[in-house]
């Protein structure tokens, strides 16, 4: 099992900044991947951005709307990924969930609100 607890959400005004962290516990070896969703309401979750394991090396990857704002992170000593969010539009309003895969199980996080005001 895998337990993902996230933080950092917020209110921000549209320009602003957040950083969100996951960290992880459990029986975290052997993670092949791990990241950050988000939901907004009455839209589907979405991929925001990854952290994927290769066999030389680990794949970044981020959705076409937030390249270029936001920058997930990681400290492997910490067990914790993070998400920093700069440049923040009102359309980036959504919960945002940390996820980690290990094949076959996915596991996610309760989720953290993040709000962007116009």
């Known amino acids: 099992q895998v337990q993902l607890v996230e933080s950092g959400g917020g209110l921000v005004q549209a320009g602003g900044s957040l950083r969100l962290s996951c960290t992880a516990s459990?029986?975290?070896?052997?993670?092949?991947?791990m990241g950050w969703y988000r939901q907004a309401p009455g839209k589907q979750r979405e991929m925001v951005a990854t952290f994927t394991r290769g066999v030389a090396i680990n794949y970044v990857n981020y959705a076409d709307s937030v390249k270029g704002r936001f920058t997930i992170s990681r400290d492997n000593a910490k067990n914790t990924v993070y998400l920093q969010m700069n440049s923040l539009k009102p359309e980036d309003t959504a919960v945002y969930y940390c996820n980690a895969k290990k094949i076959p199980t996915e596991y996610w996080g309760q989720g953290t609100q993040v709000t962007v005001s116009s």
């Open positions: 459990g029986i975290i070896g052997s993670i092949n991947a």
